[in-house]
């Protein structure tokens, strides 16, 4: 590992962050994912959190860090975790705010305070009770922006990722059959994921049935909220290994809050083009960082909210090219026994929507070879990404040496 | 021609940076910000310019014109305040001085590129912008 000094980075050239390749995620803990729950956000955060603590086998005395994200404070603090789990005194915490754009940056922000000397294992969790309590997909949130959206109708996500796709689909040449695709070969995988909500398969008949939500959006293009929640423990490459722990490198990490990016979550007044998000602006950072390439990758997870989030994501990370992704995955290469599977949960599609922070969970599995019935054999390399509108994060996860 | 919106209501939380352009709307004016020192026209309303930063932003005033750069047509109100007005057709609008806004359109055939013309719309005592193909 001589040379990892980034290549491309914009000048002056800057020295690999000491994160990078000294830290990873050991355990994941999921609570279920439910439609009809009755527990809190703090009961099901803590749930998860204690489940990723046994599933590494780490004692809650050893936990000194906590980090989180909501929107619009639809979760609870890291201090309130920190409290329900008797945690001792905690050195590092963080409670970001800024949704599906920060599940690999509120890790890759845990991994950068451990390597700093902050904190030595830290816990990373997001809870929600997003079908039945505050819906992400559907409230009215009041923000700066707002003001502009809601009095016209414009009022939930699924509008605005569909604005952006109409736009992606003029311009790249992608269409419906682009989008039914994904749903169709993640339905394949969520089949064999005995965590997905929805597991019944989909032919592309059943597809163009379903009925419109916001044109050109059916209802199986868009995630499944659930009440749940998914936590992971990010811990040194050197800690990992006295406990003998299996390990998820982190060996590559970017976020970006692109320039334009507007004056809330939900503002792209001032992002000129719909066709590139987030993903495409923080790319040559994310491969500068690890020294690799698209063509090194064994898996992608690929935040997916919507379904023509995983078509941006592709091309976007430079997988394909320009207009592709759509064929690329009828081609087979995104299924099981594929050139790189993709979103091998099923994705937030089809698992749930906990915003992400299940499609790292599902990607740190994969790379410590605990995926169970989708497991990709011989895994060594995943990016995974989080956001797909102005804001994301991304992270290249390696498999560790035990 | 009726308005594009008939039925949904939901009252704008304006603010301190927003209020002139509500005001202005009202008046049966369609104002943006630009820069004095660039002449860069921008929208939402912000103390500081979105392409150069600029602190001198004034309101100008806009010929209403533009190109529809996409849209979307919703068939489910995910809020209860629009259940009435499905399916309707919100287009994003690039104005030919440059700044980029959302409205209704009536329902019909759109594509990109098509010119639409910006109107000034009342639905139960609040004052919106929509757009007219031009």
Same mark, same amino acid.
């Given at each position: 590992?001589?040379?990892?000094?980034?290549?491309?980075?914009?000048?002056?050239?800057?020295?690999?962050?000491?994160?990078?390749?000294?830290?990873?995620?050991?355990?994941?803990?999921?609570?279920?994912?439910?439609?009809?729950?009755?527990?809190?956000?703090?009961?099901?955060?803590?749930?998860?959190?204690?489940?990723?603590?046994?599933?590494?086998?780490?004692?809650?005395?050893?936990?000194?860090?906590?980090?989180?994200?909501?929107?619009?404070?639809?979760?609870?603090?890291?201090?309130?975790?920190?409290?329900?789990?008797?945690?001792?005194?905690?050195?590092?915490?963080?409670?970001?705010?800024?949704?599906?754009?920060?599940?690999?940056?509120?890790?890759?922000?845990?991994?950068?305070?451990?390597?700093?000397?902050?904190?030595?294992?830290?816990?990373?969790?997001?809870?929600?009770?997003?079908?039945?309590?505050?819906?992400?997909?559907?409230?009215?949130?009041?923000?700066?922006?707002?003001?502009?959206?809601?009095?016209?109708?414009?009022?939930?996500?699924?509008?605005?990722?569909?604005?952006?796709?109409?736009?992606?689909?003029?311009?790249?040449?992608?269409?419906?059959?682009?989008?039914?695709?994904?749903?169709?070969?993640?339905?394949?995988?969520?089949?064999?994921?005995?965590?997905?909500?929805?597991?019944?398969?989909?032919?592309?008949?059943?597809?163009?049935?379903?009925?419109?939500?916001?044109?050109?959006?059916?209802?199986?293009?868009?995630?499944?909220?659930?009440?749940?929640?998914?936590?992971?423990?990010?811990?040194?490459?050197?800690?990992?290994?006295?406990?003998?722990?299996?390990?998820?490198?982190?060996?590559?990490?970017?976020?970006?809050?692109?320039?334009?990016?507007?004056?809330?979550?939900?503002?792209?007044?001032?992002?000129?083009?719909?066709?590139?998000?987030?993903?495409?602006?923080?790319?040559?950072?994310?491969?500068?960082?690890?020294?690799?390439?698209?063509?090194?990758?064994?898996?992608?997870?690929?935040?997916?909210?919507?379904?023509?989030?995983?078509?941006?994501?592709?091309?976007?990370?430079?997988?394909?090219?320009?207009?592709?992704?759509?064929?690329?995955?009828?081609?087979?290469?995104?299924?099981?026994?594929?050139?790189?599977?993709?979103?091998?949960?099923?994705?937030?599609?089809?698992?749930?929507?906990?915003?992400?922070?299940?499609?790292?969970?599902?990607?740190?599995?994969?790379?410590?070879?605990?995926?169970?019935?989708?497991?990709?054999?011989?895994?060594?390399?995943?990016?995974?990404?989080?956001?797909?509108?102005?804001?994301?994060?991304?992270?290249?996860?390696?498999?560790?040496?035990? | 021609?009726?308005?594009?919106?008939?039925?949904?209501?939901?009252?704008?939380?304006?603010?301190?940076?927003?209020?002139?352009?509500?005001?202005?709307?009202?008046?049966?004016? *369609?104002? +943006?910000?630009?820069?004095?020192?660039?002449? =860069?026209?921008?929208?939402? #309303? !912000?103390?500081?310019?979105? &392409?150069?930063?600029?602190?001198?932003?004034?309101?100008?005033?806009?010929?209403? *014109?533009? +190109?529809?750069?996409?849209?979307?047509?919703? =068939?489910?109100?995910?809020? #209860? !305040?629009?259940?009435?007005? &499905?399916?309707?057709?919100?287009?994003?609008?690039?104005?030919?001085?440059?700044?980029?806004?959302?409205?209704?359109?009536?329902?019909?055939?759109?594509?990109?590129?098509?010119?639409?013309?910006?109107?000034?719309?009342?639905?139960?005592?609040?004052?919106?912008?929509?757009?007219?193909?031009?």
């Amino acid at each position: 590992m001589g040379s990892l000094v980034a290549t491309s980075s914009p000048s002056p050239k800057r020295e690999r962050p000491s994160f990078l390749g000294a830290t990873g995620i050991t355990g994941v803990g999921y609570t279920n994912m439910r439609r009809h729950g009755k527990s809190s956000v703090l009961g099901l955060a803590l749930e998860a959190c204690r489940a990723a603590l046994a599933d590494c086998g780490l004692a809650a005395e050893e936990v000194d860090g906590v980090a989180s994200f909501g929107l619009f404070g639809d979760s609870v603090t890291s201090q309130a975790v920190g409290t329900g789990l008797g945690l001792g005194d905690l050195t590092y915490t963080l409670d970001l705010n800024n949704g599906g754009s920060q599940p690999c940056f509120a890790v890759m922000s845990a991994a950068m305070a451990i390597a700093a000397g902050l904190a030595h294992n830290v816990l990373v969790f997001r809870a929600l009770t997003g079908r039945t309590g505050t819906k992400v997909g559907s409230t009215r949130f009041e923000s700066p922006t707002s003001q502009y959206r809601y009095p016209i109708g414009f009022t939930a996500y699924p509008y605005y990722i569909a604005m952006w796709a109409r736009r992606f689909m003029i311009e790249t040449g992608a269409t419906e059959n682009d989008l039914a695709a994904v749903v169709i070969s993640q339905r394949e995988y969520a089949a064999r994921n005995e965590r997905a909500v929805r597991r019944n398969r989909i032919t592309s008949e059943e597809y163009f049935v379903r009925e419109y939500v916001v044109e050109p959006f059916r209802t199986v293009d868009c995630t499944v909220e659930v009440d749940g929640a998914v936590a992971v423990l990010v811990t040194s490459t050197d800690r990992a290994s006295a406990q003998g722990a299996p390990i998820a490198v982190i060996e590559g990490a970017a976020w970006v809050t692109g320039s334009g990016s507007g004056l809330d979550i939900a503002d792209f007044h001032s992002w000129r083009d719909f066709t590139r998000n987030c993903q495409f602006r923080l790319a040559p950072r994310l491969w500068a960082s690890c020294g690799l390439r698209p063509a090194d990758i064994d898996i992608a997870e690929i935040y997916d909210c919507f379904s023509p989030a995983v078509l941006y994501g592709l091309e976007g990370l430079g997988f394909v090219g320009r207009g592709e992704a759509g064929a690329f995955i009828r081609d087979g290469h995104t299924s099981a026994g594929g050139s790189l599977p993709v979103n091998t949960h099923g994705g937030l599609l089809n698992e749930g929507y906990v915003h992400g922070m299940n499609t790292v969970a599902e990607a740190a599995l994969q790379i410590q070879g605990r995926a169970g019935a989708v497991q990709v054999a011989d895994a060594e390399t995943c990016a995974v990404t989080s956001g797909v509108l102005v804001d994301g994060s991304a992270l290249i996860l390696r498999k560790g040496d035990r | 021609m009726s308005p594009p919106q008939q039925k949904g209501r939901v009252r704008p939380e304006t603010d301190r940076d927003s209020a002139w352009w509500w005001e202005a709307l009202s008046s049966g004016r *369609f104002e +943006v910000c630009r820069c004095a020192p660039h002449g =860069h026209y921008f929208f939402p #309303p !912000a103390p500081g310019c979105s &392409t150069c930063g600029s602190p001198d932003v004034r309101p100008a005033a806009v010929c209403g *014109f533009g +190109v529809v750069y996409s849209w979307i047509v919703v =068939h489910k109100a995910l809020d #209860p !305040a629009f259940v009435g007005d &499905t399916p309707y057709t919100i287009v994003t609008v690039d104005l030919d001085e440059g700044a980029r806004v959302f409205g209704r359109i009536e329902n019909g055939p759109l594509e990109a590129g098509q010119r639409v013309c910006a109107t000034i719309y009342n639905v139960r005592g609040i004052t919106l912008l929509g757009f007219e193909r031009a």
